[in-house]
């Protein structure tokens, strides 16, 4: 099997471990924001930048992306090896996934750092 | 392992059950979301400057263009979420027989439908 080695767990075990795990921290953050936009009368730009100015917030948001990031590999990885036959098209596709995750992880430290 | 197996990729000519087209939705606001996530990150580095914010705030709340890419995003977001929920109730053991399957299948479907109506309501 030459297609494992870009799936990132290594196994299809520890890929739908990880899938659960990143689900339920997009979960709560998703119920978090929500709550946040519910419960806030008026979303100003003093309300917004209080949200995110905690550690709490920034470590939360960042788990976040980890998860999405995790989340969107593993999951493409799957549509590819359904969708995409041609081995050559399958790899470079699945390497196109790979970077721009990472570049979307540290991209968004960047972001949430700046504040 | 045998190179020619028979295979029917004309979709048309098999029937969707619900839970096929609740499974299928639940790939396709998934790639949605890929795609969508540098528009989000995007946002949210601008959200964190006054002038960035106000840029925004103008964007929603004058460009059909921008408050219906939000409300795809959003409506993609609650999909994802619900299909997800189902996923993970019957990784529990709950609803895994064949008509918990279809029931729980429509009620994602009818639970995003309704959401889908209340974030128009919500963007507009």
Same mark, same amino acid.
């Given at each position: ?115 | ?50 002038? &960035?914010?106000? *840029? ?6 004058? /460009?059909?263009?921008?408050?219906? #890419? =939000?409300? @795809? $995003? ?18 529990? &053991?709950?609803? *895994? ?6 029931? /729980?299948?429509?009620?994602?479907? #009818? =639970?995003? @439908? $309704? ?10």
């Amino acid at each position: 099997m030459v297609t494992t080695v870009t799936s990132l767990g290594r196994s299809g075990l520890h890929d739908w471990v990880l899938q659960r795990l990143s689900a339920v921290i997009m979960l709560a953050y998703v119920v978090y924001l929500g709550y946040f936009f519910a419960t806030t009368p008026e979303v100003t730009f003093a309300a917004w930048q209080g949200l995110f100015a905690s550690t709490f917030m920034k470590v939360f948001s960042f788990l976040t992306l980890l998860s999405v990031v995790m989340h969107a590999w593993i999951g493409l990885w799957i549509v590819s090896t359904d969708y995409m036959p041609k081995l050559s098209i399958r790899i470079v596709f699945q390497a196109i996934v790979i970077v721009i995750c990472l570049s979307l992880l540290v991209w968004g430290i960047q972001i949430l750092w700046s504040l | 392992m045998i190179k020619k197996r028979p295979k029917n990729l004309d979709l048309t000519t098999v029937r969707q059950p619900i839970p096929a087209i609740s499974s299928i939705l639940h790939r396709i606001t998934g790639v949605v979301l890929f795609i969508a996530m540098p528009i989000l990150l995007w946002m949210l580095q601008k959200s964190f400057d006054s002038a &960035g914010y106000a *840029e925004l705030h103008a964007m929603f709340t004058e /460009s059909f263009l921008w408050q219906f #890419i =939000l409300w @795809a $995003i959003l409506t993609s977001v609650v999909y994802h979420v619900f299909a997800g929920v189902r996923h993970l109730l019957m990784d529990m &053991g709950i609803g *895994e027989t064949l008509k918990g399957g279809r029931v /729980s299948a429509w009620s994602v479907i #009818i =639970l995003s @439908a $309704i959401s889908a109506v209340l974030l128009g309501v919500w963007v507009w």
